[in-house]
Nanobody, 121 residues
Framework: EVQLVESGGGLVQPGGSLRLSCVAS????????IAWFRQAPGKEREAVSC???????YYSDSVKGRFTISSDNARNTVYLQMNSLKPEDTAVYYC???????????????WGKGTLVTVSS
């Protein structure tokens, strides 16, 4: 059974940092791209970042320079290091997998249940 499990969300002040983790199981991690999406209250889900099976990284313009995605294949884990957080980063963050990186969430095959990030003073 394919599973993606996110962790690391929480409450942080503006300007702070968090590191999200996505642990994958049930498939060969190295063959797939892993993406992070987020959905803020009342808004559509949007692509945040993605790392391909050959470790090419992609970022949305809204997080470029502040967020860093990385992969630990030995641990079947993808991380999203989030720095200089802003209130507008508040959302439920989901990891998802597909063969290639894409910004279209309809194309992703598997999803985690999400982890809530709240940026507030």
């Amino acid at each position: 059974e394919v599973q993606l499990v996110e962790s690391g969300g929480g409450l942080v002040q503006p300007g702070g940092s968090l590191r999200l983790s996505c642990v994958a199981s049930g498939f060969y991690f190295g063959d797939y791209a892993i993406a992070w999406f987020r959905q803020a209250p009342g808004k559509e889900r949007e692509a945040v970042s993605c790392i391909s099976s050959v470790n090419k990284e992609y970022y949305s313009d809204s997080v470029k320079g502040r967020f860093t995605i990385s992969s630990d294949n030995a641990r079947n884990t993808v991380y999203l290091q989030m720095n200089s957080l802003k209130p507008e980063d508040t959302a439920v963050y989901y990891c998802a997998s597909d063969l290639v990186c894409t910004t279209n969430d309809n194309d992703m095959d598997y999803w985690g249940k999400g982890t809530l990030v709240t940026v507030s003073s």
